[in-house]
């Protein structure tokens, strides 16, 4: 079983930040946050992961509270492209250790 | 970047028949690989985990005489759907990690397969 919770749905205007929270209140010390998106009818694509520290890259920042209970995805820009559904995942870094998804975030980004 | 290729996008078979799916990992090796089922409207289901020159290991509740896993190479998993009936229609997906740099895992592009 998924191991976080997500809100099943957001919307967001086009060129506003979007912040996708995620509640991962049982992950273990060694476990990171992963997040992924996936576009209808392809297949997930990576976008960010972290352990305690704050994460950014081209695409996304990464948020983790100090606890690590808790993270929120920011897309800085968000553009009609953005529209997917995004999966936040809590799992060990260890090659060979599997991805289990939840339900995940519908963000639909609007004009 | 990791690139993963999964073969066929698309696949349309009669009932009874099988297919193959073909996942590759095309710039790295990856001795595990991942098979996932998603369902319209669903999230992925992971149906097996793909070890290179070892038997699959396979979710709860996935049939592995159905849902036969080979992973004969470093680079190559194939996923052979047996005597495939309606309900097996769904969108299936691969995924490896390459094992170096601070890239997640990668996943294929997905294949559609109906049985009618």
């Known amino acids: 079983d998924a191991k976080t919770t997500q809100p099943p749905s957001m919307d967001c205007a086009e060129g506003r930040a979007a912040n996708l929270p995620c509640n991962h209140s049982?992950?273990?010390?060694?476990?990171?946050v992963y997040w992924y998106r996936q576009i209808h009818s392809q297949g997930p694509q990576y976008i960010i992961h972290g352990l305690k520290n704050n994460e950014t890259n081209e695409m996304a920042s990464l948020i983790i509270t100090e606890d690590r209970k808790s993270s929120t995805l920011i897309l800085p820009h968000a553009t009609l492209r953005d529209t997917a559904v995004y999966y936040c995942i809590s799992a060990y870094m260890e090659y060979g250790n599997k991805l289990v998804f939840g339900a995940g975030t519908i963000l639909r980004v609007k004009s | 970047g990791a690139v993963v290729s999964q073969h066929p996008s698309w696949v349309i078979c009669k009932s009874g028949t099988s297919v193959k799916i073909e996942c590759r990992s095309l710039?790295?090796?990856?001795?595990?690989m991942f098979w996932y089922r998603q369902f319209p409207k669903q999230s992925l289901m992971l149906m097996a985990t793909s070890n290179e020159g070892s038997k699959a290991t396979y979710e709860q509740g996935v049939e592995k005489d159905k849902f036969l896993i080979n992973h004969a190479s470093l680079t190559l998993s194939t996923l052979t759907v047996t005597s495939a009936h309606p309900e097996d229609s769904s969108f299936y997906i691969c995924?490896?990690?390459?094992?170096?740099?601070?890239?997640?895992?990668?996943f294929g592009s997905g294949t559609r397969l109906t049985v009618v």
């Open positions: 049982t992950i273990s010390g060694n476990e990171y």
């Open positions: 710039d790295f090796q990856a001795t595990t």
């Open positions: 995924s490896a990690r390459s094992g170096r740099g601070d890239y997640g895992y990668t």
